[in-house]
């Protein structure tokens, strides 16, 4: 297989062969080790969630700095719905919820808009 790469300055080009590279290599690990995370913010949920719940029952300063990195993880989620042109206050409600029920394989999906 050949693949031509073509660009305007060598810089450009560079990027273009590192991007590829990138690419055939996450391909070439995905073929090897088959197994995957849940993606759309599960995984973050999840923690958030974790953190979330210890940082209730621990005092001081280290709960507030623990509830901080709650909501820190919540921001990727919250990434992913913005970055999809989707509203992701309304998903991340929808979403913490979700996983608050007891769902906790619930992601963002960006194709459909919703959880």
Known sequence: CTIVL???NSSL?????????DALCVLSQTVKESRTVL???C????MSKA?????KKTVGKKSIAMEAFATALKQ?????ADNAGLDSAELITHLEA????????AGIDVFSGGV
């Open 43 to 46: 995984s973050e949920m999840i």
């Open 76 to 80: 990727i989620p919250s990434i992913i």
């Open 51 to 55: 953190v979330t719940e210890e940082a």
């Open 13 to 21: 080009l560079n990027e273009a062969e590192r991007s590829l590279h």
């Open 6 to 8: 073509r660009g305007a």
């Open 98 to 105: 979700e996983h608050y029920k007891g769902n906790s394989k």
């Open 39 to 41: 993606g759309g913010g």
